[in-house]
Nanobody, 118 residues
């Protein structure tokens, strides 16, 4: 079955860095657009960073210049490097995989929490 397993979340001070990783199994990874979303308490889930199957990226305005998404098709992983973290980056971060040829086919990980403290 399809699994997306996130790791790397935790507690970090404002201004610090974290690197999240998502490992996918059960899919042909290179055919999926990958993304990181986040959901803060009481808020909707929003896209943070997206990388297409051919490596094109885009970011939410709130994280541009601070976060970087990368993928390794050989390892079936997508990472999110988060620098200069702010209190408002606190959320549960979710990995998403969406089939590049049929956007109705989509999978989610269970999420990894990130807490930024002052």
């Amino acid at each position: 079955q399809v699994q997306l397993v996130e790791s790397g979340g935790g507690l970090v001070q404002a201004g610090g860095s974290l690197r999240l990783s998502c490992t996918a199994s059960g899919i042909i990874f290179r055919t999926y657009n990958m993304a990181w979303y986040r959901q803060a308490p009481g808020k909707q889930r929003d896209m943070v960073a997206h990388i297409t199957s051919d490596g094109s990226t885009n970011y939410a305005d709130s994280v541009k210049g601070r976060f970087t998404i990368t993928r390794d098709n050989a390892k079936n992983t997508v990472d999110l490097q988060m620098n200069s973290l702010k209190l408002e980056d606190t959320a549960v971060y979710y990995c998403s995989a969406r089939f590049a040829y049929n956007s109705a086919i989509r999978y989610w990980g269970e999420g990894t929490p990130v807490t930024v403290s002052s």
